[in-house]
């Protein structure tokens, strides 16, 4: 398993999140989740698992590994659910959002509140729930990602975790959240959906 590559340069967002802040944030912290479970994946001889197979597999017997595992994972995801180009969701997953949400704006609006009002370190998700066919907003805390839950499937994901923020934003979460969900990759978000509902889901 190599290691994951961002899809763009670690200058792609400025004004919105600084070079820094990846120096840290994907450099740093995210290799050392990644790091810490390859270590543990080849002590077990699960080298060859996909990483949706390690998160499940662990999640109920081996917290080190699950949080290693389910942490590499989600910012995989949260690094594909961004983007500094501008791009336009698509008309089927416009449709959905404004039959659960009323407009895109108030999608926004209450998907920052639930990130905001997150307690302590996590995730915010929107994830589509398949019996009761309509998207929902989910929070996370710690490593716990959807992967592992019953029914429901990422669409996209914000990194509430303090390192997330604190480079360029120190201790305001509310800022950081203002520029994260300026840039989010709606493209991403469409695809995941469309694939959800062609019954082939998607992974990071
Ligand atoms: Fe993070």
Known sequence: MNFFKLPY????????????????HYEKHHKAYFDKMVDKL????????SIEDVIVKSYSNDDFLFNNAAQYWNHCFFWNSISPEKNEVSSSFKAQVEKDFGSLESFLKEFKAAASSLFG????WIVFNKKADKLEILKTSNAA???????????????????????DYRNDRVSYLDQVLSVLNWKFMSENYDSIKNNNGKAC
Do not use: R
């Open 42 to 49: 080849d002590s077990l001889g699960w080298k060859d698992l």
């Open 145 to 167: 990602n959807p992967l592992v839950m019953e029914g429901v499937v990422p669409i996209c994901v914000v990194d509430v975790w303090e390192h997330a923020y604190y480079i």
């Open 121 to 124: 370190s996590g995730w915010a």
């Open 9 to 24: 340069s670690k200058e792609a967002f400025s004004g919105h999140l600084s070079k820094e802040s990846f120096d840290y």
